[in-house]
């Protein structure tokens, strides 16, 4: 397994969860990391990135306020912090990982489509529900 998404789990409206993404073996740079989501019936949408360089990152409306990327380089680990989460926010949470630098997220111009990546782990099930 090169790329893990954890942390997802059951939680009532108005609560936080926090994701991790761990990068473990594989010979391959990290340019970017993305956070996606897809609930059932819906496309995957972009959630968040950070880019490797500059530790840049970027949000969707929909969380912008409410989830915060960070990295912690000595653990391989990117985090998404998720407060105030509300049903819309069910889906299925993946990261991704930008191995080659063409991210628009590395590149400063901002969070892109699922194909800026191409390195991804399984997804972690978020469920929020009463």
């Known amino acids: 397994v090169q790329l893990q998404a954890s942390g997802g789990g059951l939680v009532q409206p108005g609560g936080s969860l926090r994701l991790s993404c761990t990068k473990s073996?594989?010979?391959?740079?990290?340019?970017?990391i993305g956070w996606f989501r897809q609930a059932p019936g819906k496309e995957r949408e972009a959630v968040s990135c950070?880019?490797?360089?500059?530790?840049?990152?970027y949000y969707a409306d929909s969380v912008q306020g409410r989830f915060s990327i960070s990295r912690d380089n000595v653990k391989n680990t990117v985090y998404l912090q998720m407060n105030s989460l509300n049903a819309d926010d069910t889906a299925a949470y993946y990261c991704?990982?930008?191995?080659?630098?063409?991210?628009?997220?590395?590149?400063?111009?901002?969070?892109?489509?699922?194909?800026?990546?191409?390195?991804w782990g399984k997804g972690t099930l978020v469920t929020v529900s009463s």
């Open positions: 991704a990982a930008d191995s080659r630098g063409l991210s628009r997220c590395f590149i400063a111009r901002g969070l892109g489509p699922h194909d800026d990546y191409n390195y």
């Open positions: 073996g594989g010979a391959w740079d990290v340019y970017a």
């Open positions: 950070i880019a490797s360089n500059n530790g840049k990152t």
